[in-house]
Protein backbone atom coordinates (compact mmCIF):
# COMPACT_ATOMS: atom_id res chain seq x y z
CA UNK A 1 0.00 0.00 0.00
CA UNK A 2 1.78 2.62 -1.24
CA UNK A 3 0.18 5.99 -0.62
CA UNK A 4 0.77 9.50 -2.33
CA UNK A 5 2.78 11.61 0.39
CA UNK A 6 2.63 15.37 -0.54
CA UNK A 7 3.67 18.48 1.78
CA UNK A 8 2.38 22.17 2.13
CA UNK A 9 4.23 24.85 0.91
CA UNK A 10 7.41 24.03 3.34
CA UNK A 11 6.82 20.45 3.48
CA UNK A 12 8.79 17.29 1.80
CA UNK A 13 7.29 15.75 -0.95
CA UNK A 14 7.86 11.97 -1.83
CA UNK A 15 5.90 8.57 -2.27
CA UNK A 16 5.86 6.13 0.50
CA UNK A 17 4.36 3.46 3.05
CA UNK A 18 2.33 5.29 5.04
CA UNK A 19 -0.47 3.91 7.36
CA UNK A 20 -2.44 5.94 10.07
CA UNK A 21 -2.98 4.89 13.00
CA UNK A 22 -6.62 3.80 12.55
CA UNK A 23 -9.43 1.45 14.91
CA UNK A 24 -8.56 -2.45 14.65
CA UNK A 25 -5.34 -1.41 13.38
CA UNK A 26 -2.29 -1.83 15.75
CA UNK A 27 1.90 -1.20 15.27
CA UNK A 28 1.73 -5.16 15.75
CA UNK A 29 -0.73 -6.57 13.46
CA UNK A 30 -2.32 -5.28 10.22
CA UNK A 31 -4.28 -7.00 7.39
CA UNK A 32 -2.79 -9.90 6.22
CA UNK A 33 0.05 -10.48 8.75
CA UNK A 34 2.25 -8.79 11.86
CA UNK A 35 4.39 -6.05 11.26
CA UNK A 36 6.49 -5.98 14.28
CA UNK A 37 7.56 -2.45 15.78
CA UNK A 38 11.29 -3.48 16.04
CA UNK A 39 11.06 -4.51 12.80
CA UNK A 40 12.77 -2.11 9.67
CA UNK A 41 10.97 -2.91 6.47
CA UNK A 42 12.35 -2.64 2.88
CA UNK A 43 10.25 -0.03 0.72
CA UNK A 44 10.86 0.09 -2.83
CA UNK A 45 8.64 2.71 -3.77
CA UNK A 46 9.55 5.28 -0.87
CA UNK A 47 11.39 7.54 -1.25
CA UNK A 48 11.93 8.38 2.47
CA UNK A 49 13.15 6.84 5.24
CA UNK A 50 9.82 6.51 7.95
CA UNK A 51 10.16 4.94 11.33
CA UNK A 52 6.84 4.75 13.64
CA UNK A 53 8.95 3.38 16.66
CA UNK A 54 10.55 6.18 18.47
CA UNK A 55 12.38 3.90 20.98
CA UNK A 56 14.78 2.92 17.75
CA UNK A 57 15.74 6.63 16.76
CA UNK A 58 18.41 9.07 18.80
CA UNK A 59 18.58 12.64 18.74
CA UNK A 60 14.95 13.51 17.87
CA UNK A 61 14.06 17.40 16.81
CA UNK A 62 11.49 19.39 15.66
CA UNK A 63 12.01 20.77 12.21
CA UNK A 64 10.39 23.49 10.08
CA UNK A 65 9.67 21.58 7.39
CA UNK A 66 7.51 18.87 7.57
CA UNK A 67 5.99 15.59 6.08
CA UNK A 68 2.13 15.05 5.39
CA UNK A 69 0.65 11.68 3.95
CA UNK A 70 -2.78 11.45 2.32
CA UNK A 71 -4.54 8.39 1.95
CA UNK A 72 -8.16 7.42 1.31
CA UNK A 73 -8.71 6.18 5.45
CA UNK A 74 -7.15 9.77 6.74
CA UNK A 75 -3.83 11.96 7.16
CA UNK A 76 -1.20 12.06 8.85
CA UNK A 77 1.40 14.75 9.26
CA UNK A 78 4.89 14.78 11.28
CA UNK A 79 7.53 17.92 11.38
CA UNK A 80 10.24 15.31 13.51
CA UNK A 81 13.72 14.05 12.08
CA UNK A 82 15.80 11.92 14.43
CA UNK A 83 18.63 9.75 13.62
CA UNK A 84 18.29 5.85 12.93
CA UNK A 85 21.91 4.44 13.21
CA UNK A 86 23.70 6.82 10.85
CA UNK A 87 20.95 7.76 8.71
CA UNK A 88 18.71 10.42 8.84
CA UNK A 89 14.65 9.83 9.44
CA UNK A 90 11.07 11.07 9.32
CA UNK A 91 9.96 10.14 12.72
CA UNK A 92 5.79 9.40 12.45
CA UNK A 93 4.28 7.95 15.42
CA UNK A 94 0.99 7.47 14.14
CA UNK A 95 2.45 5.24 11.61
CA UNK A 96 1.99 2.26 11.65
CA UNK A 97 4.97 0.53 9.83
CA UNK A 98 9.28 1.46 10.28
CA UNK A 99 10.47 1.72 6.14
CA UNK A 100 13.65 2.28 4.83
CA UNK A 101 13.54 3.83 0.98
CA UNK A 102 15.37 1.34 -1.25
CA UNK A 103 16.12 4.44 -3.40
CA UNK A 104 17.68 6.37 -0.14
CA UNK A 105 19.44 3.17 0.31
CA UNK A 106 20.95 3.01 -2.84
CA UNK A 107 22.91 5.89 -2.79
CA UNK A 108 25.40 4.46 -0.34
CA UNK A 109 25.36 0.49 -0.98
CA UNK A 110 25.38 -1.95 -3.75
CA UNK A 111 22.63 -3.72 -3.04
CA UNK A 112 21.69 -7.58 -4.99
CA UNK A 113 18.92 -9.58 -5.27
CA UNK A 114 18.61 -13.22 -4.71
CA UNK A 115 15.65 -15.28 -4.93
CA UNK A 116 17.54 -18.70 -4.84
CA UNK A 117 18.35 -20.53 -1.58
CA UNK A 118 17.95 -17.36 0.17
CA UNK A 119 14.20 -17.24 0.57
CA UNK A 120 14.14 -13.74 -1.56
CA UNK A 121 16.65 -11.69 0.01
CA UNK A 122 17.59 -8.46 -0.75
CA UNK A 123 21.75 -7.93 -0.06
CA UNK A 124 23.75 -4.62 0.71
CA UNK A 125 26.91 -5.01 0.32
CA UNK A 126 29.20 -2.74 2.48
CA UNK A 127 32.61 -2.66 3.75
CA UNK A 128 31.78 -4.08 6.69
CA UNK A 129 30.28 -6.93 5.38
CA UNK A 130 27.05 -8.01 4.41
CA UNK A 131 23.29 -7.05 5.52
CA UNK A 132 20.35 -9.12 4.57
CA UNK A 133 16.65 -8.00 4.09
CA UNK A 134 14.63 -11.47 4.11
CA UNK A 135 11.06 -11.65 3.88
CA UNK A 136 8.71 -11.96 6.72
CA UNK A 137 5.33 -14.68 6.59
CA UNK A 138 3.81 -12.03 4.29
CA UNK A 139 6.56 -11.43 1.87
CA UNK A 140 7.71 -7.73 3.29
CA UNK A 141 11.49 -7.59 3.43
CA UNK A 142 13.00 -6.45 7.03
CA UNK A 143 15.51 -6.56 9.55
CA UNK A 144 14.93 -7.01 12.89
CA UNK A 145 16.47 -3.53 14.53
CA UNK A 146 17.08 -5.43 17.93
CA UNK A 147 19.34 -7.57 16.14
CA UNK A 148 22.77 -5.90 16.30
CA UNK A 149 24.73 -8.34 14.53
CA UNK A 150 22.17 -7.81 11.40
CA UNK A 151 22.45 -3.70 11.73
CA UNK A 152 25.43 -3.17 13.23
CA UNK A 153 27.32 -4.22 9.84
CA UNK A 154 26.43 -0.89 8.11
CA UNK A 155 26.02 1.00 10.78
CA UNK A 156 22.06 1.45 10.60
CA UNK A 157 21.34 0.50 13.88
CA UNK A 158 23.83 1.22 16.94
CA UNK A 159 22.40 -0.87 19.75
CA UNK A 160 23.83 -1.24 23.30
CA UNK A 161 21.68 -4.22 24.25
CA UNK A 162 24.35 -7.01 24.32
CA UNK A 163 26.28 -4.98 26.70
CA UNK A 164 22.84 -4.82 29.14
CA UNK A 165 23.15 -8.46 29.83
CA UNK A 166 24.23 -9.20 33.84
CA UNK A 167 22.49 -5.82 34.52
CA UNK A 168 19.07 -5.12 36.20
CA UNK A 169 16.70 -2.36 35.04
CA UNK A 170 17.49 -0.04 37.44
CA UNK A 171 21.19 -0.67 37.50
CA UNK A 172 20.46 0.62 33.76
CA UNK A 173 18.70 3.59 34.20
CA UNK A 174 21.71 4.76 37.38
CA UNK A 175 24.40 4.22 34.34
CA UNK A 176 22.00 6.39 32.13
CA UNK A 177 21.98 9.06 35.15
CA UNK A 178 25.54 9.03 35.28
CA UNK A 179 25.92 10.03 31.47
CA UNK A 180 23.64 12.58 31.48
CA UNK A 181 25.66 13.87 34.95
CA UNK A 182 29.04 13.50 33.00
CA UNK A 183 27.38 15.59 30.48
CA UNK A 184 25.89 18.33 32.47
CA UNK A 185 29.32 19.19 34.38
CA UNK A 186 31.25 19.34 31.15
CA UNK A 187 31.97 16.13 29.94
CA UNK A 188 35.50 15.01 32.48
CA UNK A 189 36.95 11.75 32.29
CA UNK A 190 36.07 8.59 34.20
CA UNK A 191 38.64 9.30 36.78
CA UNK A 192 37.53 12.61 37.50
CA UNK A 193 33.99 11.98 37.58
CA UNK A 194 34.64 9.09 40.34
CA UNK A 195 36.80 12.02 42.54
CA UNK A 196 34.29 14.38 42.50
CA UNK A 197 31.56 11.81 43.55
CA UNK A 198 33.90 9.92 45.88
CA UNK A 199 34.95 13.14 47.25
CA UNK A 200 31.42 14.75 47.75
CA UNK A 201 32.60 17.91 45.42
CA UNK A 202 29.33 18.17 43.23
CA UNK A 203 26.06 18.77 45.68
CA UNK A 204 22.76 16.59 45.84
CA UNK A 205 24.64 14.39 43.20
CA UNK A 206 22.52 11.44 42.94
CA UNK A 207 25.09 9.32 41.01
CA UNK A 208 27.17 6.39 42.44
CA UNK A 209 30.81 5.76 41.44
CA UNK A 210 29.64 1.98 41.00
CA UNK A 211 27.15 3.52 38.65
CA UNK A 212 29.42 5.73 36.61
CA UNK A 213 31.64 2.44 36.23
CA UNK A 214 28.12 0.72 35.00
CA UNK A 215 28.20 3.59 32.22
CA UNK A 216 31.86 3.36 30.94
CA UNK A 217 31.18 -0.31 30.57
CA UNK A 218 27.95 0.02 28.90
CA UNK A 219 27.97 2.69 26.70
CA UNK A 220 31.48 3.16 26.19
CA UNK A 221 33.67 6.29 26.41
CA UNK A 222 31.86 9.42 26.91
CA UNK A 223 31.94 10.39 22.76
CA UNK A 224 31.65 14.52 23.34
CA UNK A 225 34.45 14.03 26.38
CA UNK A 226 36.55 11.81 23.78
CA UNK A 227 36.35 14.34 20.86
CA UNK A 228 37.00 17.65 23.22
CA UNK A 229 39.76 16.66 24.59
CA UNK A 230 41.45 14.50 21.21
CA UNK A 231 44.62 16.82 20.53
CA UNK A 232 45.16 18.43 16.75
CA UNK A 233 46.36 15.65 13.97
CA UNK A 234 49.12 16.91 12.05
CA UNK A 235 47.54 18.50 8.78
CA UNK A 236 49.40 18.83 5.52
CA UNK A 237 51.69 21.29 4.44
CA UNK A 238 50.56 24.61 2.92
CA UNK A 239 51.99 24.99 -0.22
CA UNK A 240 52.32 28.81 -1.74
CA UNK A 241 50.80 29.07 -5.10
CA UNK A 242 51.30 33.00 -6.91
CA UNK A 243 48.78 32.97 -9.85
CA UNK A 244 49.89 35.58 -12.52
CA UNK A 245 47.28 38.16 -13.41
CA UNK A 246 45.95 37.47 -17.18
CA UNK A 247 47.16 40.11 -19.35
CA UNK A 248 43.81 40.25 -21.15
CA UNK A 249 42.29 41.30 -17.55
CA UNK A 250 45.16 43.92 -17.18
CA UNK A 251 44.37 45.67 -20.64
CA UNK A 252 40.63 45.27 -19.80
CA UNK A 253 40.80 47.11 -16.19
CA UNK A 254 43.86 48.91 -16.36
CA UNK A 255 41.93 51.93 -14.83
CA UNK A 256 39.50 51.14 -12.17
CA UNK A 257 36.93 52.67 -9.38
CA UNK A 258 37.25 52.25 -5.87
CA UNK A 259 34.74 52.45 -3.18
CA UNK A 260 36.47 53.16 0.08
CA UNK A 261 34.18 53.67 3.46
CA UNK A 262 35.39 53.29 7.50
CA UNK A 263 33.11 50.32 8.96
CA UNK A 264 33.33 48.99 12.70
CA UNK A 265 33.42 45.79 14.25
CA UNK A 266 32.77 45.78 17.73
CA UNK A 267 33.47 49.49 17.89
CA UNK A 268 36.74 48.98 16.18
CA UNK A 269 37.26 50.78 13.11
CA UNK A 270 38.14 49.57 9.75
CA UNK A 271 39.19 50.99 6.24
CA UNK A 272 37.21 49.13 4.04
CA UNK A 273 38.02 48.86 0.08
CA UNK A 274 36.25 47.40 -3.03
CA UNK A 275 37.16 47.55 -6.82
CA UNK A 276 34.19 47.50 -8.93
CA UNK A 277 35.42 46.06 -11.74
CA UNK A 278 37.33 43.03 -10.58
CA UNK A 279 35.77 42.97 -6.94
CA UNK A 280 39.19 43.13 -5.10
CA UNK A 281 38.30 43.91 -1.41
CA UNK A 282 40.81 45.14 1.00
CA UNK A 283 40.49 45.85 4.80
CA UNK A 284 42.88 47.17 6.95
CA UNK A 285 42.89 48.32 10.91
CA UNK A 286 42.40 52.17 11.63
CA UNK A 287 44.80 52.81 14.77
CA UNK A 288 42.15 56.39 14.56
CA UNK A 289 40.18 57.98 12.07
CA UNK A 290 42.39 61.32 12.01
CA UNK A 291 43.06 63.00 8.24
CA UNK A 292 46.39 61.63 8.55
CA UNK A 293 45.99 58.02 9.25
CA UNK A 294 43.56 58.08 7.00
CA UNK A 295 45.33 59.25 3.92
CA UNK A 296 47.87 57.02 5.30
CA UNK A 297 45.96 53.88 4.61
CA UNK A 298 44.35 54.82 1.46
CA UNK A 299 47.77 55.68 -0.04
CA UNK A 300 49.55 52.23 0.93
CA UNK A 301 46.12 50.96 -0.88
CA UNK A 302 46.99 52.96 -4.23
CA UNK A 303 50.83 51.49 -4.14
CA UNK A 304 49.20 47.98 -4.34
CA UNK A 305 46.91 48.52 -6.82
CA UNK A 306 49.98 50.13 -8.94
CA UNK A 307 52.49 47.09 -8.20
CA UNK A 308 49.80 45.12 -9.94
CA UNK A 309 49.37 47.44 -12.83
CA UNK A 310 45.76 48.71 -11.86
CA UNK A 311 45.14 52.69 -12.04
CA UNK A 312 42.81 54.02 -10.10
CA UNK A 313 40.78 56.44 -11.87
CA UNK A 314 37.64 57.39 -8.92
CA UNK A 315 37.82 57.35 -5.56
CA UNK A 316 34.25 56.63 -4.04
CA UNK A 317 33.49 58.03 -0.49
CA UNK A 318 31.57 59.36 1.83
CA UNK A 319 31.24 63.10 3.82
CA UNK A 320 34.11 61.53 6.05
CA UNK A 321 37.08 61.51 3.57
CA UNK A 322 36.46 65.49 3.04
CA UNK A 323 39.64 66.61 5.66
CA UNK A 324 42.08 64.45 3.65
CA UNK A 325 41.78 66.78 0.34
CA UNK A 326 44.32 68.60 2.24
CA UNK A 327 46.68 65.73 2.36
Not at 27 to 36: I, K, N, P, Y
Not at 313 to 320: P, S, V
Request: charged share 25%; aromatic share 10%.
Amino acid sequence: ANLNVKGDDNDEIGLGFLQADMEGVSLHQSRGGALDKNHVYLDTCSTFHQIANSNLVRDIRETTNGLTGHCNASTTHTNKKGKFGLLEVWVNEKGIVNILSFDKLEEHFDISYHTKNTNKTFIFHTNKGNMYFKQNAIGLPYIDATKSSQAAQVCLVTTNRENYEGYNQRKIEEAKMARRAVAMIGHPTEREFMGMVRNKMIKNCPVSPKAISNAYKTFGPDLAGVRGKTTRSTTERAEMEYVDIPQDLLELHKYVSVSADVMFVNGVPFLVTVTHAIKLVTIEYLENRTAKQLSLCLNRFIKIYLRGGFYIKTFYMDGEFEKIKCK
